[in-house]
């Protein structure tokens, strides 16, 4: 289900959750092997990470491979414990995933496609690079042995440059770091506990149009940048 959702003859990186999921892979792209953790196609480059194998399961593997100069997508049925790690990851990357499809948890899921109103770190980091949207639902029955919890399908896709000119990545996830640091505090209060001055908050808060008693969660990812 997960690659109707990316063109199966673009490049892509698949994250494999378990050892039978690499026989779709092997089907789909007409390979002869699938030794190792990468292997190269005619048409395509494919990393295959098996992440119930430690030594093959750290997301960390993504970066190594030789996408610097080319366009890519990440197709992945992935352990859901990696799941916030693994787009911090992908948001840190130079050359990023024009097209990420993932299979997660139904509530994270819900926390990076959020709603107006409703921005939370996890949304706000992938907002800054990437729009997302739930493009399937999948059920705990369908697993075996069923989960605790629902899944999603999730994709997001790269917007590239985005507020590039405004900001660097790097000042806009330090100011989120302080934003969100109590997120059931008002903005204006996590920001003067992150050492802002006082007199430039008020500014800014009254310049988008935001009084002293707004929290984060209200607020889209323009209006932080």
Not at 47 to 75: C, H, L, M, T
Not at 81 to 89: K, P
Request: net charge positive; aromatic share 8%.
């Amino acid at each position: 289900g997960l690659l109707r959702y990316a063109r199966k003859d673009d490049n892509s990186v698949v994250f494999a959750k378990e050892p039978k999921a690499t026989e779709a892979i092997h089907i789909v792209h007409r390979s002869s092997s699938l030794r190792g953790a990468e292997r190269t196609c005619n048409d395509d480059k494919t990393a295959v990470i098996a992440s119930e194998q430690s030594e093959r399961g750290n997301p960390d593997d993504v970066v190594k491979n030789n996408f610097s100069s080319s366009e890519y997508k990440i197709v992945g049925n992935i352990p859901y414990y990696i799941t916030g790690y693994l787009m911090r990851l992908i948001g840190n990357m130079k050359n990023k995933p024009i097209k990420s499809v993932f299979l997660i948890q139904k509530e994270v899921g819900e926390r990076i496609c959020v709603e107006a109103g409703k921005t939370n770190l996890l949304s706000a980091s992938i907002g800054f690079w990437a729009d997302s949207k739930i493009v399937g639902f999948v059920d705990r029955k369908h697993f075996l042995p069923p989960p605790k919890v629902d899944s999603v399908i999730i994709a997001i896709k790269l917007i590239p440059n985005r507020y590039r000119d405004k900001i660097s990545a790097d000042k806009y996830y330090d100011f989120l770091k302080v934003l969100f640091k109590q997120p059931r505090k008002t903005i204006k209060n996590n920001l003067l506990r992150g050492e802002y001055d006082e007199l430039k908050v008020s500014s800014v808060l009254q310049k988008v149009g935001y009084d002293s008693v707004m929290r984060a969660h209200q607020i889209s990812v323009d209006d932080i940048v």
